[in-house]
């Protein structure tokens, strides 16, 4: 381990890879650590969705986006919770970045999907294990990145003018490691760690829980450890659709987004089905027993895309995972619901389609803006138990648009930049898809790219 580097990148997510490469090609000797055995974190593991807007993929398939109307859904969706000038920092640099990733090589499928919080169809989508493949092999092209596998940074290493170096955990010893410029936190989120969870959102103790196995909020910590600021805790929230006991896939389906509705044990409706899946998830934990239902039919199952990890519908039915009848009576048998009371639910929702409106939970759109709502009526019929899983925790440190760490009174902590799922601001009290992959990548170039400038 050496002694000192300009900048300590903690974490090699999508976040550190990104704030490395820009540091080191803006002129910085960067070392980069790496707590797991293997970079990527849940960057590597994740759906591969990216929200950009005013892409050339778009353009291609006609769809009118712009960094306006990102802008626009990203604060609706975030019930005005959010930081307005973090999501101008998004949106500001989300195009750039999309072309980033792909001068460093990383690949696109060429159709843009809806998902939670969009108005237009605006997920871009990628392979991450192939993603997080070339930006590592980007990493170490570089002469000026050491990066260190098995390295977990520890404490911050205080001098008067602020953070000044790292405690290194590395082969069985612990290293001080200097930082002329500072360091970048960048270890994720805390999904595994569940005495943090607890702490801020017990209610959330039954979701699922996936993310990088080494994502524990150890930088989370070390801030707080050093007067950092934390925000939007209590918006934690697991996302709908996961399946309950079949595990092979660790990905929601989001058939609600196509068309489906969600209906309790009870059988009934419970909520606007076109929200935010996070939104969706907490609901869903609030109905009776352990999870509840996805309701649809084969033309909703037919308008679902393989490609795309949430609307993989075939996957789960080729797993066993849903459940198919030729009637919503059989339906009902097969899943232990009550006959009558999910034929009303059907009933009166495909009634309430017709006539365009949803008295029941004022439902407009299939997602967010987008999408004419469809009725449920062409066998056969399919249902998904879905409960709600925590794939990120989306909270945590407090940072300006440049991403340097604010203290809890709004000063820059000099030396601190943090980037990815550690920071908190962007999404607010729910979540638009593809913007935490989009915000570890576009907020990690930010903060590679100021720290590097430093001194
Ligand atoms: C199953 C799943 C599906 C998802 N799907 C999507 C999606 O489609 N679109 C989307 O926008 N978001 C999605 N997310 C969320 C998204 O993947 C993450 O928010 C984002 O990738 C976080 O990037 P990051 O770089 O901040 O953190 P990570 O990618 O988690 O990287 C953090 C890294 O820091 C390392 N680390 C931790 N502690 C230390 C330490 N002390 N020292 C050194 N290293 C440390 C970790 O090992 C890890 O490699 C999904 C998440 C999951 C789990």
Redesign the pocket.
Known sequence: MKDKADLIV????????AAAIVAADAGADVLL????GQ?????????????FAGTDIQQRHGIEDSSELLYQDLMEVGRHENNPALVRAYTDNQLATYGWLREQGVTFSDRPDASSGQSVPR?HVID?DAMIEVLTRQARSRRRITMVKD????RLIRETNGVAGMK?AHDGGTHDVAAAKGVVL????F?RNAALIHTFVPKQAKAWV???????G??LL?AWQFGAGVRDVAYIQGTFGKHPTNHST??SLLAVYKGAIAVNLAGKRFVDESLSYKLLGTASLEQDGDYTWQIFDQPIYDSHEEEV??FDVRHRHRDGMLVEANSLEELAAKTGLDAGTLKASVISYNDNVRMGGDPDFHRRHLVHNHGALVPIETPPFYAHASTA?L??T?CGLTVDPTMRVLDVFGAPIPGLWA????VSGLHGAAYM????????LIF?RLAGGNASRVG
Do not use: F, V
């Open positions: 903690m974490g090699a997510g999508g976040a550190g890879l650590l790496e707590k797991a970079t990527g974190g849940s960057s590597r593991i994740c759906g591969g969705l990216l929200a997920c991450p390295a977990a940074g520890s290194i960048a270890s994720g989120g999904t996936s993310g990088g196995e080494a994502n524990t150890d930088g070390m660790r990905h990890s949430i899983a794939y990120g989306y980037a990815g799922e550690i898809t593809g913007s935490a992959l989009g915000k570890a990690g």
